[in-house]
C-alpha cells in the first residue's frame, strides 16, 4: 500500500463577454515559472500546476489527466474532480458540454482526450503481446437534490419519480465503496466510448441562472472501467529444471477512472434563482459543504479527527475512494479572474488548499503482472 497526496492544479479562465462589458478587473495574478497564484494585494496559494488564462487544453491535459491515464492502466483506481464557482470552466475543462460531438479538436475536454491516450495505450500493449486482453465499460451517474440517476439507463430517471431507485452505495468488508445498480456498458473504440459520454450529457439536470446560461444542476461522474488480463507462460520463466505445477498463469486486474463534474458553487443573492432553482442551489451547496467538512477533516493533521463525516451527503459517499481511500486523485480548481467574483474565486482556492493535504492509499498497481506486457 503506497500512500499519495491529492494533487491540485488550478486553472484560471479568461474574463468572459458579460465580465469585459462591465468593465471588470482581474483580481487574480499568476507568477511566471512558479505554480503560484496571488489574489488580491496580500493573499498567494501554492498548487501542483497553475495554468493562466491562454492556457490550451492540450497542456492542461498533458500535465494534470495523462498520468493518470497511464496509473489506471497500471492498475491504479484514478480520480480527477473539477471543482469551482458556477461558470468557472469546470465542464468545458473535462468535456462534458451539452453538444460535445460539434466541439473543435483544439477546444476538446480531458475527457476526451484521455479516452484517446487510453486506447493508443492498450492497442500498443497489444501488439507487443497477444496474450495480452483487455475489456473497457463505462457509466455514467448523476447526483441532482441528493438522488442518483443513472444517466446511461433511460429508465432510472423515471423510476426515480415514482419513488423506485436500484441505485445503491454499499461498503464492503474491506471499506471498498461499490455503486450497486449502476448499468455499466462495454465499448470498444474510443468513438462509442464518447457517444456514451454523448448520450449521458444530454440527459444532465442543467437551467439558467444570472450567474451562467446553461448552469449545471446536478453532480456527475463519469467512470471508465478497465479489465486486463495478462498470460504468463510459466515453462519460459522457471528458474529450475523442475516442471512447473501448471504451464501458465492468468492474472486479472481491474481498474477505474473516475471523471467527476462537480456542480458549481453559488451564492443564491447572484444567481436570482427561485422556486426550482433555489432548491437545486440549496442541495448543491449543501452536498459541496459536506464535501468540504470531509476534506477539511481529512487535510487538518493537527486535529487528529477519527471520523471522517462521509455519510453526511451521498456525494462524499461516492468519492469515498477518491479522497482518503483507493485512488490517486487530481482536482482541477477552476477560478473566475473577475474582481467581481473575488469572493467565490478566494473561497475556491482555499478549499482546494485545504485538499492538497489528503492523504490516499493507493493499493493495486500489480508489478508482476504489468512488466509482462509493459
Known amino acids: ?23 471588470c478587473n ?3 495574478t499568476t507568477i511566471s515559472d512558479a505554480p503560484q497564484i496571488l489574489i488580491g494585494n496580500d493573499k498567494s496559494f501554492t498548487f501542483d500546476h497553475v495554468f493562466p488564462s491562454d492556457t490550451e487544453q492540450e497542456e492542461v491535459f498533458q500535465e494534470c489527466a495523462s498520468p493518470l491515464v497511464e496509473k489506471l492502466v497500471k492498475g491504479y483506481n484514478v480520480t480527477m474532480l473539477a471543482y469551482g464557482q458556477t461558470g468557472s470552466g469546470k465542464t468545458y475543462s473535462m468535456g462534458t458540454a451539452l453538444d460535445g460531438s460539434n466541439i473543435l479538436p483544439e477546444h476538446q475536454g480531458i475527457i476526451q482526450r484521455a479516452i484517446r491516450k487510453l486506447f493508443a ?4 500493449r497489444k501488439e507487443k503481446n497477444p496474450s495480452y486482453q483487455f475489456e473497457v465499460y463505462v457509466s455514467f451517474l448523476e447526483l441532482y437534490n441528493e438522488v442518483l440517476i ?10 426515480n419519480k415514482k419513488g423506485k431507485s436500484d441505485l445503491m452505495i454499499r461498503e464492503d468488508t474491506n471499506g471498498q465503496i461499490h455503486w450497486a445498480g449502476v448499468r455499466e456498458v462495454q465499448v470498444s473504440d474510443p468513438d462509442e466510448l464518447l457517444g456514451q459520454l454523448q448520450k449521458g450529457s444530454l440527459c444532465r439536470t442543467v437551467a439558467s441562472t444570472d450567474m451562467n ?26 528458474e529450475n529444471d523442475d516442471p512447473p505445477a501448471q504451464k501458465s498463469l492468468t492474472s486479472k486486474v ?18 436570482n434563482s427561485i422556486g426550482d432553482r433555489a432548491k437545486e442551489g440549496i442541495a448543491i451547496n449543501g452536498s459541496l ?3 468540504g467538512n470531509v476534506i477539511s477533516a481529512l487535510g487538518d493533521e493537527s ?4 471520523h471522517i463525516p462521509y455519510r453526511d451527503s451521498k456525494l462524499t459517499r461516492l468519492l469515498q475512494d477518491s479522497l482518503g481511500g483507493n485512488s490517486q486523485t487530481l482536482m482541477l480548481a477552476c477560478v473566475s479572474p473577475a474582481d467581481s467574483n473575488f469572493m467565490e474565486t478566494l473561497n475556491t482556492l482555499k478549499y482546494a488548499n485545504r485538499a492538497r493535504n489528503i492523504k490516499n492509499k493507493l493499493k493495486g498497481g500489480n508489478s508482476k503482472f504489468t512488466s509482462w506486457w509493459l
Open 1 to 23: 500500500m503506497t500512500s499519495t497526496s491529492v494533487r491540485v492544479a488550478l486553472r484560471v479562465r479568461p474574463l468572459n463577454k458579460k465580465e469585459t462589458q462591465q468593465n
Open 150 to 159: 443513472d444517466l446511461l439507463n433511460p429508465l432510472s430517471r423515471e423510476n
Open 121 to 124: 495505450d492498450l492497442h500498443e
Open 303 to 306: 486535529r487528529n479527527v477519527t
Open 213 to 238: 446560461i446553461v448552469s449545471s444542476r446536478s453532480h456527475a461522474i463519469f467512470s471508465v472501467i478497465l479489465k486486463q488480463t495478462g498470460i504468463e507462460n510459466l515453462e519460459e520463466n522457471k
Open 26 to 28: 482581474k483580481s487574480l
Open 289 to 291: 459543504l459536506a464535501l
Open 254 to 271: 481491474t481498474s477505474k477512472f473516475h471523471f467527476v463534474d462537480l456542480a458549481g458553487s453559488e451564492r443564491l443573492k447572484r444567481t
